[in-house]
Every structure is written in C-alpha cells, then in structure tokens.
C-alpha cells in the first residue's frame, strides 16, 4: 500500500484529492496538511510514501517546503499540484529545480466536481503508483564481465533479454557495424533526445555538460502541457551554454541550438534545399501523449537516418520504445539512462528491455557521452 500525505491550504482542494485517491487501488491518504510547516511536522510522524503539495500556501510555500523536505528527505517523491498558466509553469519549474519530483495540474474548464475528481485521478494516481513503488532500492546492475558472446565492456541484459552492446571505454571510433546500420563514416548531425518524469532535473544536467559551440543541433520531446514547455526552454536558455528554443513551425535546425517540442504538439521534421526545418503536428496522441517521443525519434530517423544519436532519458511510460527501434533500423545509435539514477525507469527501461539500448549509462555520464560520439564521428568524417 503506497501512503500519501496531501498538503495544500484549501480545504476543498484537499478534499477533491482525497477523494480521486480514495478508490484508487494500492493507494491510502494517510493525512492532510494546510501548509508547509504543518507539512513537515506530519512528514515525521506519518512517514508517507509520496507527497502531493500545492505552490501557493501560507506561513510556508511549496517551493520553501520542497527546499527544506530535502535536508532530511532527499528521496521521498513530491509531486506539485499547479496551475495551467504562465505563473504555475514558472512556479512549478522552480519547485522541480528545488528538488520537487513531478507536478500534475489542477483542472479547469471542467463542468462539475466529479469530473474534477476524475481529471484528478487520471493525472495523480499513475505518477502516485510509478513513484511509490520508486522508493524501493533499484535492481543491481549486473557486473560488466565478459561472456560468451558478449565482448568486453557491454552490458549484460537482464535475465531471459538479449544483451546491449556497449561501445568502447575509450574514446575512439565506434566500432564496426553492418553497413545497413552505420551512417556515412560515423558522422553524427544530430542528437535526439527523449524524457518525461523527473526529465526537467535531467535535461538540465545534460544540457549544461554540452558546450555552446557544439556542431549539432538537439531536438527534445519532454511530455509536458503548453505554457509550461515554453517556460522550460526559456528557463534552459537562461541556465545552459546552448541557446534553447521551444521549437515553432517553420524553424531552421542549426548547430549549437535546443528546440524543444512545445506542449500538445508533435515536432516532427522536412527538408528544404539542405535545411531542415521544424514542423509541428496535431496528429493524434501516441502512447497518451502530445508531443510524443516516438513520433520525433520517426521523423528523425526518416531525415538523417544513420547520422542521428538518440538518448532516452527517465520516465514513464515506453514512449521512445517503438521510435528507437524505427532509429536502430536506421542505422542509428541509441543511449539509454541507468535504472539507478532515473526518477521512473519507464522509457529507457523499455528500450533497454527491447535489445535496443547500445549503451546504458547513469545520468553524470550522458552529456559526455553524446559530446564524445559527435567529436568522434565528425572528427573520423573529416579525416577520411
């Protein structure tokens, strides 16, 4: 049973989350708090299992709150209840930069309390099952020894899944390939990259490992709502060497540049002359999302086939899953997040499930890895 404790100043806010958890399968409130500081207090005795707390509040807000949670609890999943505005998305980035877990949004444009409720519980009790059962220590990532058939250095899949090739320790060229599977001389003339929960954290430490004369440019899919996506490519743009856009329609992709796929819009992607160009979608939702992982990755492997690199980041979910398979079947390489250092190992714990991850990697570790792959493979292009 996953223990809840719900923090926020209105009682009618309060209630209407106590009650879309209350049929909720696996899932008890276990209390209730009006603020921050009442929050901490209950957080010692109740000891709950994820947290769910409103931004505005009196005597101590949810950011203040979040911020003093992690001196003690630096674990202990919180998901923000926001607002779908331009002060909520501001807000709630700056509670998930201080440590808050994830958000759901509060509804609106609803017509009574018991489509309040289901909105609720549609939002909250996924995140609420994926994060609770987060706590429990990760499965140990089996030893990289060599085995039959498996050479040196790769990842040993789980027990019953075929094994994850891994490429060399060293810095180098990336070892041999089928030519159906390998780009022209290695080049790499673009990274894609995918992630949902806990994905915001995560894509601000890899962003700000890239340096702002990379050759490339990246193009993200993170499952985030409007408003908010473009709060995020600004907040980015502030923080990391990259300039960071929330990709329009119509955009050039250039080298040293973040476009972002804004909030219920696929980004997808055409060619004009030599440019490539941004083109945003209202197909249908893939996986129960807009944007989707899997619909850029199929756009990207469809434009650059071989010379694309792809990363899925943590989340949940499989999006990515299918669109990595469209990209390994192009000739590309795709990296995956560890399970430890994900928020939910969801995304990249699917396509590493699938045989599709050529390297799977803890979250220090990617920035380098992508800067690496693409100084290697445009220096190996040159060279030839």
Avoid at 6 to 18: E, N
Avoid at 178 to 186: E, H, K, V
Avoid at 243 to 248: D, H, L, Q, R
Avoid at 341 to 347: A, D, L, N
Wanted: charged share 20%.
């Amino acid at each position: 049973m996953i223990s809840v404790l719900v923090v926020d100043d209105s009682v009618v806010v309060r209630r209407l989350i106590v009650d879309a958890l209350g049929e909720a399968p696996g899932i008890q409130v276990v209390g209730t708090a009006a603020n921050g500081l009442l929050a901490q207090a209950k957080i010692d005795q109740l000891k709950p299992d994820v947290i769910t707390m409103d931004i505005e509040m009196p005597q101590m807000d949810g950011i203040e709150a979040v911020r003093e949670l992690r001196k003690r609890h630096a674990a202990l999943p919180v998901i923000m209840f926001s607002t779908l505005s331009a002060a909520g998305a501001s807000a709630t980035l700056e509670a998930l930069a201080a440590g808050a877990t994830d958000y759901v949004t509060k509804p609106s444009n609803v017509g009574s309390i018991k489509e309040s409720i289901a909105a609720v519980r549609e939002q909250l009790v996924p995140k609420i099952q994926a994060l609770g059962g987060r706590r429990r220590p990760p499965a140990a990532v089996p030893p990289r020894a060599p085995a039959a058939g498996l050479r040196p250095g790769a990842v040993p899949a789980r027990p019953g899944l075929p094994p994850s090739p891994a490429r060399p320790a060293v810095a180098g060229p990336a070892p041999a390939r089928p030519p159906a599977r390998r780009g022209p001389q290695g080049r790499i003339d673009i990274l894609a990259i995918g992630s949902s929960t806990g994905g915001p954290d995560a894509l601000t430490k890899v962003l700000l490992g890239l340096p702002a004369d990379l050759p490339v440019p990246v193009v993200i899919t993170q499952h985030m709502p409007p408003v908010f996506t473009k709060m995020f490519a600004e907040r980015l743009d502030r923080s990391t060497p990259l300039k960071v856009v929330e990709a329009g329609d119509g955009m050039e992709l250039n080298p040293g540049t973040v476009y972002i796929a804004p909030g219920d819009r696929h980004l997808v992607f055409n060619r004009r002359g030599t440019s490539t160009l941004t083109q945003l979608s209202n197909a249908p939702q893939e996986n129960s999302c807009r944007p989707a992982v899997d619909v850029m990755f199929r756009s990207v492997a469809a434009l650059y086939g071989g010379t694309a690199f792809a990363a899925v980041l943590t989340g949940m979910g499989q999006d990515g899953r299918g669109g990595a398979k469209v990209l390994r079947d192009a000739g590309c390489e795709v990296l995956a997040q560890d399970e430890a250092s994900s928020v939910v190992w969801g995304m990249p714990g699917a396509v590493v499930a699938a045989g599709l991850a050529d390297e799977v990697l803890p979250l220090d570790r990617i920035a380098g890895a992508l800067l690496n792959r693409v100084r290697v493979g445009r220096s190996a292009a040159v060279a030839r």
